[in-house]
């Protein structure tokens, strides 16, 4: 028995082709909406590619791209096949098309359906890439003078301004790492000199922040330097009171922001996942109903339309029997060309 067996007249057949051909041209500016949210997240994405660990994370908006793309050509094409579908002799081209276009149309919607699924599960990934480039580009912050990193303090700074954090997961990861330049730092000091000796590595460590992490609404002048000395502030203490620097870690928040928008996006992928499916199923009801007319002289007369000529159970046994016969014809194909190989040539000798 056929799946969503649906009886069409004339009236009907056309209202199907009408709709669909307006539902297409709905989907292709769809599809130019994926496409821009793709465009923006790149952008956005590559803003802070210095704080990130690898390239991984374009692959969402990369494939919102293509998917965009693909989207806008693949339902322009169906709703010029739409408009057609009511004249029967342009119509006529399109039906061998019909199937294998159908065929395309349902592993797009796949892919669809795929990359909105990795829009709601990116986080996991996407905080191990954010938590590796933040810690990486903080060892960098002090290197100014040298080429393809000056940049970084610059980055580090505007992010933890814009975003209001400190750190990879707080504040106190500056005190792990050598923030400040050599170039700045007075190597006949006394202190400076029992800071670097004082550290395995012969590193300048200070408990510190750059002045990105103050926070500009508190009352108080910000303490960016001795955070955790009572003794070197008046009426200061550092483990009671909220201090004057971002509490928040980078990671958190660049977290929160990109998991925020792809979620948003997963959102709209799968809105844009249903109204495909909704199209294609429709395209199909229009195809069958329309090569099912009894009497294609009689465009008046009754047809039938269905999404599957079998049920569900029946379609997939027949093809699972396809694949068979596909895997059968292959072994034999494969076994005539073994004896043909082991074959010998006769040689005869002429006396």
């Given at each position: 028995?056929a799946?969503?067996k649906?009886?069409?007249n004339q ?7 009408q709709g669909?051909?307006?539902m ?10 994926v ?7 790149k952008?956005?994405?590559r803003?802070?590619?210095?704080v ?8 969402v908006?990369?494939s919102?791209?293509l998917m ?13 096949i739409?408009?057609?579908s009511?004249?029967p002799?342009?119509?006529?081209k399109?039906?061998?098309?019909l199937?294998?276009?159908?065929v395309?149309?349902f592993f797009f ?9 990795i ?13 590796y480039?933040l810690?990486?580009g903080?060892?960098?912050?002090r290197?100014?003078?040298t080429p393809?990193?000056?940049?970084m303090?610059?980055t580090?700074?505007m ?5 209001r954090?400190c ?6 990861d ?9 170039r700045?730092l ?8 029992d800071?670097i000796?004082s550290n ?15 926070n500009?609404?508190s ?14 502030h ?5 483990q ?7 509490n928040?870690?980078?990671?958190e928040?660049?977290l929160?922001?990109y998991?925020?928008?792809?979620s ?11 109204f495909?499916v ?5 395209l199909?009801?229009?195809q ?5 007319i ?5 465009p008046e007369?009754?047809s039938?339309?269905?999404?599957l000529?079998?049920s ?9 029997e396809?694949?068979k016969?596909?895997g059968?014809?292959n072994?034999?194909?494969a076994g ?10 006769a ?5």
């Open positions: 028995m799946l969503l649906v009886k069409f009236k009907k057949r056309v209202k199907l082709a669909l051909w307006l297409n041209w709905f989907s292709v500016f769809a599809g130019i909406i496409f821009s949210i793709g465009l923006f997240l952008i956005e994405l803003k802070r590619s210095e990130m660990d690898n390239s991984e994370s374009h692959f908006p990369n919102l791209i965009g793309i693909l989207s806008c050509a693949f339902n322009a094409l169906a709703g010029k739409c408009y057609d009511l004249d002799t342009k119509f006529a399109w039906k061998p098309l199937k294998p276009y159908l395309l149309c919607n796949f892919f669809i359906f795929f990359i909105a699924l829009c709601f599960l990116m986080r996991g990934s996407l905080e191990t890439t954010l938590a480039g810690k990486n903080m060892k960098f912050y290197d100014t003078d393809g990193r000056c940049f303090k610059k580090i700074d992010l933890q301004i814009e975003f954090c750190g990879n997961n707080g504040f106190r500056w005190f792990e790492i050598q923030w400040i330049s050599n700045y007075d190597f006949g000091s006394k202190e400076v000199k800071r000796k395995v590595d012969g590193k300048y460590l200070v408990d510190g922040v750059p002045f990105s992490c103050c500009p609404s009352p108080r002048p910000c303490i960016q330097y001795q955070v955790t000395n009572n003794s070197a008046y009426s200061y203490d550092y009671t009171e909220e201090l004057n620097l971002w928040r870690g980078c990671r928040a660049l929160l922001y998991s925020s928008m792809m948003s996006m997963g959102g709209v992928v799968l809105f844009v996942w249903l495909e909704s199209v294609m199923v429709g199909r009801l229009l069958t109903a329309l090569e099912s009894a009497n294609p002289e009689d007369c009754e039938e339309g269905w999404l000529e079998q569900l159970t029946d379609t997939f046994k027949s093809a699972l396809s694949l016969k596909i059968k014809f072994q034999v194909d005539a060309e073994g004896e043909e190989g082991g074959k010998t040539p040689i005869t000798t002429v006396s």
